[in-house]
């Protein structure tokens, strides 16, 4: 049986091996539904897929690959006025570069990414930008900013765990003298 499966079906396909921890068979079938959606045109379905390929391969172990595939996708997001998915895919780099151990290029892109998420009214999304911000802020000595990122996270959360609670209790005095002292 030589089927030739559509790019939707090709991504249907990686979706299900991702979920199943399957990430290089995931990345490859999101390869070819990026190709599919490339050769039909459709340049947002190949820039979705492309970024869906970049989450994958950096589940894989393969960093360099994953910044490789999200590349310049925030473009094509950016160019059809979708601020939620170009948000998503500056994300996706930064995650990318934090795991080759380029910590100020992924502040960057995660300041990018907060921004447009922010912009496209993704609070869950920005909130998790936000931590991710706040923990490459505290491994690289940015103590301070760690705790406004953490403050922004914990504001961005519909609904905050106990844990979250406790933190942003935590979080109010060493803040509030910091403003003060502004």
């Given amino acids: 049986m030589n089927e030739t499966l559509t ?15 399957r990430y290089s068979e995931a990345a490859a079938a999101f390869e070819r539904a990026a190709a599919g959606f490339t050769s039909a045109g459709d340049v947002l379905g190949a820039a979705e897929s492309a970024n869906n390929r970049s989450v994958a391969l950096l589940k894989a172990g393969d960093a360099a690959g994953a910044l490789q595939a999200a590349t310049g996708t925030e473009t094509v997001f950016a160019a059809a006025g979708d601020s939620k998915r170009q948000g998503i895919a500056c994300a996706n780099q930064a995650a990318a570069l934090e795991a080759l151990n380029r910590p100020e290029e992924a502040l960057e892109w995660y300041g990018h990414s907060s921004e447009l998420l922010k912009q496209a009214g993704e609070k869950e999304f920005r909130a998790i930008v936000l931590e991710s911000i706040t923990n490459l802020q505290l491994r690289t000595g ?21 844990k979250d609670r406790l933190l942003k209790k935590l979080l109010k005095t060493p803040l509030d003298m910091l403003r003060r002292k502004e």
């Fill in 7 to 21: 790019p939707q079906q090709l991504d249907k396909e990686g979706q299900t091996a991702f979920r199943a921890g």
């Fill in 142 to 162: 940015k103590q301070l900013q760690a705790l406004a990122s953490m403050d922004a996270a914990l504001e961005n959360k519909p609904r905050l765990s106990f």
